[in-house]
């Protein structure tokens, strides 16, 4: 943990502790109210701005009281779970409020996940709100059904802060593993489970990524395809075909409008051939482009004799996208 949020004995405020760090410190000194308090060594925080510091360190793998969690739903009137036992609501009524039945659920999840733990699953509804300052997201497990297709077998929410956002992208680009985040990817995650007390969810709330994980799993599923393509002989059938000198009528699958396809165009007119191009334009990335590949693929193989050769195209890009081409039936 990098640190721990509790309320003071008194209930007067928050205490804010961890090891000295100085990105920490400069943060918590823009608190307003905020005071260091040399004695404890812990730092003081109002009451009036818990709800913004939980959401602060929390991103920086802080651990968090029951107090605390009692405060957040009370908006800090309630700073002791001892006035939230079951026994006082009975002994008045038979019923807790909503907020007291969150509240008393969030207790139980601090209790039983009071440290942080890997998850492994596949990125859901990660592309969407792709400009918004924190990830909301799912992560999925998937099974397949009778007729072997995947179907979501379970799912759980999940977020991540945007200063934890940005700590990730850094460790992904350190990784020179070259991944970029994105849907369908299978990941493994680190995190804490948290109740959203306001809606009754519980979620997974994202710390860290393991990179190798991923790499790994696309590499295992590009080899899968290859061992596939070798068994049936189909690996090297594309380079035992004839090809004309200059194969003048070309049929060209790739994104329209893309740099892609003004690179290509640019550079075969820069040769000053008769080149006779023809486009079927493809989704080169995402879930897209399986769909959108195969149905090109088929209207070149019906019309195969007008052709001399055939180019898939794309830009460079993350490991991660390129991994959408890594599929068995488009390789056949």
């Known amino acids: 943990m990098s640190g721990s949020l509790d309320i003071s004995p008194d209930g007067s405020c928050l205490f804010v502790a961890f090891p000295y760090r ?27 701005q818990l709800e913004h510091a939980v959401k602060i360190f929390m991103a920086f793998g802080f651990s968090m009281s029951p107090e605390v969690a009692t405060a ?44 942080s733990l890997w998850v492994v699953g596949e990125l859901n509804n990660y592309n969407k709100g792709r400009r918004s300052r924190h990830k909301y997201f799912e992560l999925v497990e998937k099974a397949e059904d009778e007729l072997g297709e995947e179907t979501v077998r379970s799912s759980v929410s999940c977020m991540i802060w945007e200063k934890t956002m940005s700590l990730i992208r850094t ?68 380079s035992s075909l004839p090809m004309p000198l200059v194969p003048l009528r070309v049929a060209l699958i790739t994104g329209e409008e893309t740099d892609a396809f003004n690179d290509f165009a640019q550079t075969l007119a820069a ?7 023809t486009l079927y334009p493809a989704k080169v990335q995402g879930e897209q482009l399986r769909p959108t590949v195969l149905e090109a693929l088929k209207f070149f193989d019906q019309n195969a004799a007008d052709y001399d050769v055939m180019v898939i195209c794309r830009g460079g890009g993350a490991r991660s996208e390129l991994g959408w081409w890594d599929d068995g039936e488009i390789a056949k």
């Not at 040769?271 to 191009?277: E, G, H, I, L, Q």
């Open 171 to 238: 460790r992904l680009k350190q990784s020179g593993t070259n991944l970029e985040l994105e849907d369908g990817l299978k990941v493994r995650l680190k995190g804490r489970v948290e109740l959203y007390q306001p809606r009754g969810r519980y979620q997974f709330i994202v710390d860290d990524v393991d990179p190798k994980y991923t790499l790994g799993d696309l590499v295992q599923k590009r080899e899968k395809i290859l061992a596939e393509l070798t068994q049936a002989g189909l690996l090297e059938r594309n």
């Open 271 to 277: 040769t000053r051939f008769a080149w006779k191009v």
């Open 72 to 115: 957040l739903a009370t908006d800090g009137k309630d700073v002791g779970e001892h006035k939230l036992k079951l026994g006082a609501v009975k002994g008045t009524t038979d019923s807790l409020s909503v907020s007291q039945l969150n509240l008393r659920v969030a207790e139980v999840l601090s209790k039983h996940f009071d440290k």
């Open 22 to 48: 100085e990105d920490l410190v400069s943060i918590v000194r823009d608190i307003p109210g905020r005071r260091w308090d040399r004695a404890s060594r812990v730092w003081k925080v109002p009451l009036d």
